[in-house]
């Protein structure tokens, strides 16, 4: 769902990044998203849906900073205080909900508190509090399919797939691809941002996945992929650096690549 911010007069997006494979690159272009678009002046809200919460060390490595880990998004959705007594500040322009191994119990959580009808609505309802606040929520996920993925996509205005040029992700991708087809079919409020191929070698299998993705997805792939580079492995882990060598040249790589997504976003509005 689109939210117009009628003070602002401007269109908000949830985007989320997803697969239902780990290592494909969700959380780094998450990561990469949040810190380039706060760059560009925008206000985010970065929500970590993992119970893993890799996005959150990453983009607090990134920032050298620290936060109260009582609040999170599981907090947000099922304690007393709701999403804006648990949003947390990385800088002016940036704030997290952050992740916690407490979200795997949202199912447990949900079926003591909230009725059957309402389960995939809690995220949803959860960001309405706080909607107005942003211009772009970016929403990083786990790869599962559980009642949070669910509940992430029917939330979210946006959906960008990362995967890898291997067999066990283009499989997993196909998959991924068909179960928002099934979520489609309940709530089309929200619309396939892309699948974007992450870490893309030099090799013959890269190139022939490549092609597999193209003849499958077809214009849904993005043009612009991420090469494979140590810096982004590195930036997975130890957050983002600008100071090393190679950093703009990765950062440019994933300039391009949000370039690619906000046009196909303004494409879909003029629709």
Do not use: H
């Not at 997290?96 to 309802?125: C, H, Q, R």
């Not at 890898?164 to 309940?186: C, D, G, H, M, W």
């Not at 619309?191 to 849904?220: A, C, M, Q």
Request: glycine share 4%; proline share 2%.
């Amino acid at each position: 769902m689109l939210y117009l911010d009628k003070e602002k007069g401007e269109l908000l997006m949830i985007i989320t990044i997803a697969n239902f494979k780990g290592g494909v690159g969700k959380t780094t272009t998450t990561l990469l998203f949040s810190y380039l678009l706060s760059e560009r002046n925008k206000k985010v809200l970065a929500v970590d849906t993992d119970p893993q919460r890799n996005f959150t060390d990453s983009l607090l490595n990134t920032f050298k900073t620290e936060i109260d880990t009582s609040k999170n998004i599981y907090q947000a959705c099922f304690g007393k205080t709701g999403a804006r007594d648990n949003i947390q500040t990385i800088n002016s322009n940036l704030d997290i909900l952050s992740g916690t191994w407490d979200m795997v119990n949202f199912e447990l959580a949900a079926k003591d508190l909230y009725t059957e009808s309402a389960f995939p609505f809690i995220l949803s309802n959860t960001l309405e509090e706080i909607i107005n606040d942003y211009d772009y929520i970016l929403i990083d996920t786990a790869p599962t399919t559980n009642l949070v993925m669910k509940n992430t996509i029917i939330a979210t205005d946006y959906v960008l797939i990362a995967t890898q040029t291997v067999p066990l992700a283009f499989e997993s991708t196909k998959r991924f691809y068909e179960y928002l087809e099934q979520i489609n079919t309940v709530n089309d409020d929200f619309e396939l941002l892309g699948i974007l191929p992450y870490l893309v070698g030099k090799s013959s299998t890269d190139n022939r996945f490549l092609d597999k993705y193209t003849d499958f997805f077809g214009e849904d792939l993005f043009e612009n992929i991420i090469k494979s580079s140590d810096r982004v492995k590195t930036w997975s882990d130890e957050g983002i650096t600008t100071d090393k060598p190679y950093d703009k040249k990765t950062l440019a790589m994933y300039e391009n690549v949000l370039n690619e997504a906000l046009n196909k976003i303004q494409i879909t509005i003029g629709e």
